[in-house]
């Protein structure tokens, strides 16, 4: 066997300089671009807009940081997993990584969203530079509504109609003819419309009787419906969750928010956790179920707004139990 071996090669390290240095380098060293995008601009308060940052180049890529969002005045923030993707060609290593962030405002406004920084080395240059993204601006309009109390009646089931007047109608005499003469006043016999008389005189009676018995009804019946709808709230979410495929998220989020509305006689648009565990601690539920149900709807917005909503948890299994729990809490 034969074996060569070719000259050896003098690499020359030189270290990266301390003056100019910025706060928090990572280390970065090559050619860097960064580009932003904000989709859409325009929502309603309690939608997500989602904010798309990328950064892409030559050099070092793999020590391209993972960017923080700073926190806003009343938004929520919910990071995603970033994108990475690197090859090599003839110029050496390039690559990219994508971050995006699901913005939810909870109040209606005009946000502006700050530009993002990251520094790297520039060897050609021989220097530090900084990058900044864009920044953009979220323009937000009220919602449908966060939370309404609600209470059943007869306007507002009925729709607030009246009933419409009715013509009078002369349906007969109550004074008796004038008598012009003695004669007039003898014995007489009593006419066979005295039937009909009768009939008339007793039958508004009759009606004001039917009418007021309905209404009667009608009213506790509007009284009861509310105690229905509370009885069957946690039978109703249960089924929900054993219908529920691939733990949705979504549908279940909207679940426990039909069932806080039906079992409390509320009409909330929304739910949030902190709003869950006050409505909670209210009815006497403990410290420690309200904050199990907080946890679920914390994990389940994060699931929503990072784009995992199926299948990322199993919400279904532990629904049932803490809605048990609540109901021989409640007092």
Not at 5 to 12: D, K, Q
Not at 122 to 151: N, T
């Amino acid at each position: 066997p034969v074996s060569v071996s070719s000259e050896p090669l003098e690499l020359t390290v030189i270290p990266l300089p301390e003056t100019g240095k910025p706060e928090g380098f990572s280390g970065l060293v090559g050619s860097f671009t960064i580009t932003s995008e904000l989709s859409p601009v325009k929502i309603r308060a309690g939608e997500s807009a989602t904010l798309t940052v990328k950064v892409s180049g030559r050099g070092n890529v793999h020590r391209i940081p993972d960017l923080k969002m700073p926190s806003l005045d009343s938004m929520k923030i919910y990071a995603d997993q970033p994108v990475f993707a690197a090859a090599h060609d003839h110029n050496g290593l390039a690559g990219s990584k994508i971050m995006k962030w699901a913005i939810v405002p909870e109040l209606p406004g005009d946000y502006p969203i700050p530009p993002l920084t990251i520094s790297f080395f520039d060897p050609k240059g021989g220097e530090y530079r900084i990058l900044q993204s864009p920044g953009h601006s979220l323009a937000v309009i009220p919602g449908k509504g966060k939370m309404i109390m609600v209470e059943a009646g007869e306007e507002r089931q009925d729709g607030g109609q009246r009933a419409e007047k009715k013509e009078i109608r002369e349906v007969g005499h109550d004074i008796l003819p004038l008598h012009t003469s003695v004669r007039n006043l003898g014995t007489q016999s009593m006419p066979r419309r005295d039937l009909l008389f009768w009939t008339v005189l007793f039958l508004p009676v009759f009606v004001y009787v039917s009418t007021f018995l309905g209404l009667r009804l009608r009213k506790r019946s509007l009284q009861t419906l509310p105690a229905q709808r509370a009885k069957r709230a946690a039978r109703n979410l249960i089924r929900e969750c054993r219908q529920s495929e691939g733990n949705d998220a979504e549908r279940l989020s909207l679940g426990i928010r039909d069932y806080f509305n039906d079992r409390f006689g509320l009409a909330l648009a929304s739910l949030t956790p902190e709003d869950a565990v006050g409505i909670l601690r209210s009815r006497g539920v403990s410290p420690e179920t309200a904050g199990r149900l907080r946890d679920i709807l914390q994990r389940m917005e994060n699931a929503i707004y990072a784009g995992r909503g199926r299948g990322w948890d199993s919400f279904s299994q532990e629904i049932p139990g803490i809605v048990r729990e609540i109901e021989r809490e409640i007092r």
